[in-house]
């Protein structure tokens, strides 16, 4: 057993397995000292890695995305997606994901995006042909379901296989999400096809 100086609370390894996660599919995001003490937008850096002409690895982009509002109180980042599977890393990063910001992928494909989620954002209930991962990176935020709804903190994390839901910030403060999307087929349930809506 333990001792009670080498235990790590549940949050603690929570906010350690996010970090991690992010850290693994090479997204580098931040809000920047400046955005912050401004109280403006969402800023994320993206970092992507690739070759040179020798094979060696290296950072082929390293800069900050433009934001864009999607509906009063959103805004996100598109950071990558990628075309049909399995994913084509030959070739420089530069414009391979960036081109593709899609609001979800298209068939056999991915999106990677951050969202910011201001307080008292605008309902959308929705659906999409995709299983998502998300992390929360800062803030809460509830999620509507059909049945009942959950909060999400700080290092929580989700997955959400085509359910309908809709994100409600109830706090005084933006709640950050990074999602990653990943094409699925149609959900089947109670003998309907349940596709993608809102």
């Keep these: 057993m333990a001792s009670e100086e080498h235990r790590i609370d549940r949050r603690e390894f929570i906010h350690i397995g996010a970090a991690a996660s992010l850290a693994a599919i090479g997204g580098a995001l931040g809000t920047s000292v ?3 003490e401004a109280n403006t937008t969402l800023q ?10 020798n ?3 290296r950072v082929d982009i390293d800069e900050a995305l433009d934001v864009s509002s999607g509906r009063e109180g959103l805004e996100r980042g598109p950071v990558w997606s990628t075309g049909p599977f399995p994913v084509n890393n030959s070739g420089s990063g530069q414009g ?4 593709r910001a899609a609001a979800a992928p298209d068939a056999n494909s991915t999106v990677f995006r ?3 989620y201001a307080p008292g954002v605008a309902p959308r209930e929705h ?3 995709t299983i998502d991962y998300a992390v929360v990176i800062s803030g809460e935020i509830d999620m509507e ?3 009942g709804e959950v909060r999400l903190r700080q ?3 989700l997955v959400q296989r085509g359910t309908i839901h809709n994100w409600v910030n109830r706090g005084t403060e933006p709640c950050v999400i990074a999602f990653i999307l990943i094409a699925a087929e149609s959900v089947e349930a109670g003998g309907m096809t349940l596709r993608a809506t809102g």
């Design 34 to 36: 400046r955005a912050q």
């Design 44 to 53: 994320v850096r993206r970092v992507v890695t690739g070759h040179d002409e």
């Design 55 to 57: 094979g060696r690895s």
């Design 96 to 99: 391979a994901g960036g081109a």
């Design 114 to 116: 951050v969202v910011q």
């Design 127 to 129: 659906r999409t042909q």
């Design 145 to 147: 379901l059909d049945h």
């Design 155 to 157: 290092g929580d994390v």
